[in-house]
């Protein structure tokens, strides 16, 4: 079994076709595709946005019953199904179900012209499942046949955005380690990072798996109970139980990206001056002038490898759970342990008044 990354983020919303108007007009997320009754998807309507590598399904229900629409009861809007490519669904779908993954539909084939598409899907952790896409021939199709596949016509020129570059997970107390554990066994992932988050009395614990391919990554969160509850126990509360709190899209240049979603009128976590005047001594030279991140928010850390850039909106839905990340990479690989921390530091300066 091979996998070669994230194929596509679905998620199940409320109404399909205003998150698409959002995520088209702050974030340039064009509609490449769509579904619904009149193409063999019942009781559903989809959206296929699309950049690049960046594949997202909006999917609301038309009818109670549909899991949709029960999803979205429960939790609101969020992701319900993560798409993985793989080199053989069949091969992919019988090994982790004989590892342990919770069969949740058998492989099937939709084809269309010269693109063939082999789907199967597993359970994940919560209420996620995990689809196995293996696709043959032009990439241009979706699901052929399911999906109705259309040129945007109209939208921003630049391309911000190349793929998504991980997701990150909130999981209830106790159920961080059989979760990794879980990705380890039964997808072959690896534990490539680790750490507990201290932030204004909270604590976290932090576990990052990834596939061999290193294209499929996923940061595991879970509050810790011995402490003051905080910003996670509010996700597992609002979002009732463990999902995804945020999608991280990479991009090859952060500055023209928040610079062109600020202006279209995303909003982005705050960041104290002062975590700027440290910045320089914690991650060393860093070739954008500084005053130009101070003046975005953007926050800068390091690992063994290089810098990566990163900066959060903040929620897209009324329940504060679900939100998005820009990430750049220059030469980093994982993520740097830095950035919560100073960022913590900063603050506590800050409130002293001791810069
Ligand atoms: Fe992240």
Not at 192 to 220: C, N, R, W
Not at 231 to 239: A, E, G, K, R, T
Not at 285 to 313: A, N, S, Y
Request: hydrophobic share 40%; aromatic share 8%.
């Amino acid at each position: 079994m091979e996998i070669f990354g994230i194929d596509h983020v679905e998620l199940y919303v409320g109404d399909a076709r205003q998150a698409a108007f959002y995520l088209g007009h702050a974030f340039g997320l064009q509609i490449h595709g769509q579904g619904g009754p009149e193409t063999g998807l019942p009781d559903q309507r989809s959206l296929l946005l699309r950049e690049d590598a960046v594949q997202i399904v909006l999917t609301s229900g038309l009818a109670a019953g549909h899991p949709a629409a029960e999803y979205v009861q429960r939790h609101g809007d969020g992701v319900a199904i993560v798409g993985l490519e793989v080199d053989d669904t069949t091969a992919a779908y019988d090994e982790l179900v004989a590892r342990g993954a919770q069969p949740m539909a058998g492989p099937q084939t939709y084809h269309v012209d010269e693109t063939t598409v082999v789907i199967a899907e597993v359970a994940g952790f919560g209420d996620v499942i995990h689809r196995l896409v293996e696709r043959h021939g032009p990439r241009h199709e979706f699901l052929p046949g399911r999906m109705h596949i259309s040129v945007p016509s109209a939208g921003p020129d630049e391309k911000l955005f190349s793929e998504i570059d991980h997701l990150a997970i909130c999981v209830p107390s106790g159920e961080l380690e059989p979760i990794a554990k879980f990705y380890e066994d039964v997808f072959g992932f690896a534990r490539i990072f680790e750490e507990y988050i201290e932030v204004a009395g909270q604590g976290m614990d932090s576990k990052v798996v990834q596939s061999p391919s290193k294209h499929v990554t996923f940061t595991l969160i879970e509050p810790d109970p011995n402490r003051r509850p905080g910003q996670i126990n509010d996700f597992l509360s609002w979002h009732a139980g463990a999902g995804v709190q945020h999608i991280a899209l990479r991009t090859s240049n952060i500055v023209e990206a928040v610079s062109t979603l600020a202006s279209r009128g995303v909003n982005f976590l705050g960041t104290p001056s002062t975590y700027y005047r440290a910045l320089t001594g914690r991650v060393g030279e860093v070739e954008t002038p500084i005053e130009d991140l101070e003046k975005l928010g953007i926050l800068v850390d390091r690992d063994h490898w290089g810098q990566l850039l990163q900066i959060f909106t903040e929620s897209m839905h009324v329940r504060r759970t679900l939100f998005l990340e820009i990430i750049e990479r220059r030469g980093a690989m994982t993520f740097g342990s830095g950035n919560i921390k100073a960022l913590y530091e900063a603050k506590e300066r800050e409130l002293a008044g001791a810069s």
